[in-house]
């Protein structure tokens, strides 16, 4: 475990202020010459994992290809390295909030609704950051057929100006060790091959991404059951009733989105997250509403309180204080990548 105050190669570590299956996220700050500053989020890999170095290294092994990944809808992954055992990622800070958060936000009573074009618009974004990813080569040419098989609500995090990132790339090998601790949690946006042993590709990928837009319409879990093995019994069965047979006025084209995108057979599903995103995008064309500014104004009136602690935290920062622990509670909500209840 790391603790505040510590220093991880070229950064500092400021606060604590999420954690996740596999790392702890910490806010932390890189200094450079002449008073250079840069906020940026550090993940330290949970100490139970980095006892396994075979696994650890895996993880970063996985992380060096993903930090090739340069696409506006994929976080940068700017550092990767181990010390005194700690192992580490760093990547860019963002100003917004996760589908998880936003999900929640949704659920609140009397709360307004995202329109479901606005969902479709960051699931868009997110295939194709999905896309860059799985088309990556080496420099020889070679495709190097990344996954990402992580593709939640919690690691699709939208940003205040209303545009969206795909986080966390570089866990999929990582994920395929026999530690069940791995997927804890995670169950719920697994392909139903993977229970078959067929190796996870880009339409595993798809399929997750397409759990994550039907929960965004619906505001519920798709395959949630009371322990994992449910959830894997749902999974298998794959049953998917049409988002708005539980939401009343959705699109029909986001009926049948979600339902290719989460076929049980893999071969009838979207080809490419690309190929989603292109009939995503035709919905949003036809609509005539492909609109940021309409994201970022429910973003800055859905998250003023938290988007005012962030502007607080940088004024602490800058003042060159330690953010206190109500400033910090606004973060600890948005780099927590579990999923909605």
Not at 83 to 93: H, L, Q, S, V
Not at 262 to 289: I, V
């Amino acid at each position: 475990m790391s603790n505040p105050g510590q220093t991880l190669g070229r950064y500092e570590l400021i606060a604590r202020i999420g954690e996740g299956g596999m790392a702890e996220v910490y806010l932390a700050r890189q200094r450079g010459p002449k008073a250079f500053e840069k906020l940026v989020v550090v993940k330290t890999v949970h100490s139970r994992l980095a006892a396994k170095p075979a696994l650890a290294e895996a993880l970063l092994e996985e992380a060096r290809i993903a930090a090739k990944v340069r696409h506006p809808h994929v976080v940068d992954i700017y550092d990767l390295g181990e010390e005194d055992g700690t192992y580490f990622i760093a990547m860019e800070y963002l100003e917004g909030e996760s589908m998880t958060a936003i999900i929640r936000a949704q659920r609140a009573k009397g709360a307004v609704r995202l329109s479901p074009l606005r969902t479709a618009q960051v699931v868009s974004d997110c295939a194709g950051g999905l896309h860059a990813a799985h088309e990556l080569r080496a420099l020889s040419g070679e495709p190097l057929e990344l996954v990402h098989q992580d593709v939640t609500p919690g690691n699709v995090f939208v940003l205040y100006t209303g545009q969206a990132k795909l986080l966390d790339f570089g866990v999929a090998k990582a994920r395929s060790s026999d530690d069940a601790s791995l997927v804890k949690g995670k169950a719920g946006y697994l392909a139903p091959e993977l229970f078959d042993k067929h190796p996870a590709d880009r339409r595993s990928d798809v399929f997750a991404l397409g759990v994550v837009l039907w929960e965004s319409l619906t505001l519920r879990r798709l395959f949630a059951g009371a322990t994992d093995a449910d959830t894997f019994a749902k999974i298998r069965a794959c049953v998917v009733p049409p988002p708005s047979s539980l939401v009343p006025g959705l699109p029909a084209e986001l009926d049948a989105i979600c339902a290719r995108a989460l076929t049980k057979d893999r071969d009838a599903r979207y080809p490419s997250a690309k190929a989603m995103q292109e009939e995503l995008n035709a919905l949003l064309r036809g609509a005539e509403r492909n609109d940021y500014e309409a994201m970022a104004t429910y973003m800055r009136s859905t998250f003023a309180s938290q988007i005012a602690a962030r502007h607080q935290l940088l004024r602490e920062l800058d003042q060159g204080g330690v953010p206190a622990a109500g400033t910090l509670e606004a973060l600890t909500a948005t780099f927590d990548d579990r999923s909605p209840a």
